[in-house]
């Protein structure tokens, strides 16, 4: 998940904030957080990579199914059915139980370097998603207040992903798999909901017309 997503994208811009739409909802959460649970869980239950692949696996597409039998939008259990499938394509190709995450963590390797890219280059991300939500265009780039506010936000923004490494990483070398499931499931969506709401806070006075004056009443 990145803040190019369009509901966190809405949810920066926004006059208020929700964390519960920052979650997409409990639904939202429990979709996002059950295929992990259930990958850790079979693997402390069972071992080995194929049990908890497949569970998780299983896991999702039974969220599919019911998000389309309920009509409802897929596009978050979508995202969901690719991660979940590009990590167990990565643990049959090593043999590994651990091979299921490398996939996240070279995501969010990608997503900082990308983050921090746009803040040297002083494009940083949070400033281009308030100019669009805000249809300001690049303005804010001008102003030297919106400028340092974008780039503290972005920093943020670049604070999930270093986080998650840090966190991942070491797990990931010392093959602790049942702790680097953990951890990804509590650096994941809470921690980026709470991002989030930390950069709403900072860009809130961006792109935002002031509040017109009280006007005295006529004598």
């Keep these: 998940m990145s803040v190019g997503d369009s509901r966190a994208a809405r949810l920066l811009g926004g006059d208020q904030f929700s ?51 309920q009509r409802s939008a897929l596009t978050q259990v979508f995202s969901g059915v690719l991660g979940v499938g590009v990590g167990a394509i990565w643990a049959w190709r090593s ?5 299921y995450f490398v996939p996240g963590l070279w995501a969010n390797a990608a997503y900082l370097v990308g983050t921090l890219v746009t803040m040297v280059a002083r494009w940083p991300a949070a400033g281009i998603v308030i100019g669009l939500v805000h249809g300001i265009g690049t303005t804010w780039r001008r102003d030297p207040v919106a400028m340092r506010l974008s780039q503290w936000a972005t920093a943020v923004l670049a604070s999930v992903f270093a986080v998650r490494l840090a966190v991942e990483l070491p797990l990931y070398f010392a093959d602790e798999v049942a702790a680097l499931g953990t951890a990804k499931l509590a650096l994941g969506l809470p921690l980026f909901a709470l991002a989030l709401w930390l ?7 961006v792109g935002r017309k002031p509040e017109p004056l009280d006007q005295p009443p006529p004598t």
């Design 199 to 205: 950069m709403w806070l900072i860009v809130r006075p």
């Design 95 to 99: 043999g590994d139980a651990s091979g």
């Design 19 to 69: 964390f519960a739409d920052a979650v997409g909802g409990w639904r939202g959460l429990l979709e996002s957080a059950a295929p992990g649970i259930v990958f850790v869980g079979a693997f402390i239950g069972w071992g080995g990579w194929l049990v908890p692949v497949a569970a998780s696996l299983g896991t999702v597409a039974v969220l599919a199914i019911v998000r389309a039998v």
